[in-house]
């Protein structure tokens, strides 16, 4: 259950922004309070199919490090938001993590755009994204 208190709540989001994520997008008004606090984005403004990604999004943000792995093991079940919070985060260590997806046309262009985001890169096919991966890996 996610805090009533306020201070509490601020605390929470800041520490845990990963149980804070779990509780906004499984409808806490709480949770989506703190992360209003947290990151400025109104959960209850935005429609409830586009709330999941936008918590992400917002989350993002933050730039906690719990977030990557967060967001990578997040990949499967929501590409989407995951690959658009994984370019807001900017670590190349998502790399890797991406470019399967370009092979998805649900997601392939979420997928080069954040690819292209994370590394200033100005690719547009797989095979070109695997050799400059092969390339930069060992610098990051």
Same mark, same amino acid.
Do not use: C
């Given at each position: 259950?996610?805090?009533?208190?306020?201070?509490?709540?601020?605390?929470?989001?800041?520490?845990?922004?990963?149980?804070?994520?779990?509780?906004?997008?499984?409808?806490?008004?709480?949770?989506?309070?703190?992360?209003?606090? @947290?990151?400025?984005?109104?959960?209850?403004?935005?429609? $409830?199919?586009?709330?999941s990604a936008a918590a992400v999004t917002a989350l993002a943000r933050l730039h906690c490090p719990d977030l990557f792995d967060y967001? @990578?093991?997040?990949? $499967?079940?929501?590409?989407?938001p995951s690959i658009r919070a994984l370019a807001l985060l900017g670590s190349q260590k998502a790399v890797p993590q991406l470019i $399967?997806?370009?092979?998805?046309?649900? @997601?392939?262009?979420?997928?080069?755009?954040?690819?292209?985001?994370?590394?200033?890169?100005?690719?547009?096919?797989? +095979?070109?994204?695997?050799?400059?991966? +092969?390339?930069?890996?060992?610098?990051?």
């Open positions: 259950r996610f805090p009533n208190d306020l201070d509490a709540r601020r605390a929470l989001a800041v520490v845990d922004p990963l149980r804070l994520l779990d509780a906004a997008i499984a409808g806490s008004a709480a949770a989506a309070e703190a992360l209003v606090i @947290v990151t400025g984005t109104e959960l209850q403004r935005i429609a $409830p199919s586009r709330r967001f @990578v093991s997040m990949l $499967p079940r929501a590409a989407e $399967p997806y370009l092979s998805d046309p649900r @997601v392939d262009s979420v997928a080069l755009g954040a690819l292209r985001q994370i590394t200033g890169a100005n690719l547009t096919r797989r +095979a070109d994204w695997e050799r400059w991966w +092969a390339v930069h890996k060992k610098t990051t």
